[in-house]
């Protein structure tokens, strides 16, 4: 799904929750019982975009609009947190629509769960993978003795109104590396730093079907729901 449609899929969904929560609120108000308060989890492979958040730099992408048009990019600014990321095919771009105060209103933890469910994720295929204190997302820990850089395999970027979420995470399970290039990934360009893939770890090519049931049944887990499916 293109970028623009996925944002304007978000924007819906994300309106009709909160537009719910106060139905809710006032069905209270008036001593009803509250209405069911339901949450929604999008898995998109979008075509190849970068995407700047309201904290980044444009100086950060290395392309000018033309050279953009001509290798097949779109780029959009968006209002989440973060700099500049890349997504594309091969990559599990997740969009979780949460009512936070469902669970908790505690934004630093949200980002926290978010990155435990890609690192559980990450274990399910051997790979160890990790916080980094200085950085969002989730990292593969670097070794000096074998010149290995200290690596991201998922970026994360959110935002939030009326303790909402919007946005997610982008993990980086077969996609062109490549693109990376084109920009300053995250803002970050520490030499001792890189992006990788759950592909590149493993040795293998995997496929995102291999991953998304993971993914879903880890975000069950951190959050502690049960999931009311419902394909469209």
């Known amino acids: 799904m293109g970028y623009q449609q996925a944002w304007d899929l978000q924007t819906e969904l994300h309106a009709a929750t909160v537009a719910r929560k106060k139905a809710n609120r006032e069905r209270v108000k008036a001593g009803e019982p509250a209405g069911e308060q339901f949450h929604h989890l999008l898995f998109v492979e979008h075509p190849p975009v970068y995407t700047l958040g309201k904290s980044g730099s444009l100086h950060h992408l290395l392309l000018d609009e033309a050279q953009l048009e001509a290798q097949g990019f779109t780029f ?75 690596r991201k395999i998922c970026a994360i970027g959110v935002h939030l109104s009326r303790w909402t979420t919007l946005h997610g995470f ?27 893939s759950l592909s590149v770890e493993v040795g293998r090519p995997i496929e995102l079907e291999e991953v998304k049931p993971l993914v879903k049944r880890h975000i069950q887990d951190v959050f502690d729901f049960f999931w009311r499916e419902r394909t469209t």
């Open 170 to 196: 982008a993990f980086n399970v077969r996609p062109n590396l490549t693109h990376f290039g084109n920009i300053v990934p995250c803002g970050i360009d520490d030499t001792d730093r890189a992006v990788t």
């Open 76 to 150: 959009h600014r968006i209002n989440r947190g973060g700099d500049i990321t890349y997504h594309g095919p091969g990559q599990l771009v997740a969009y979780p629509i949460l009512d936070l105060e469902e669970f908790f209103t505690d934004v630093h933890k949200y980002v926290r769960c978010l990155e435990e469910v890609v690192i559980r994720t990450c274990a399910d295929f051997g790979v160890y993978a990790e916080r980094d204190p200085g950085f969002t997302g989730v990292w593969l820990p670097g070794d000096p003795a074998r010149r290995q850089a200290r």
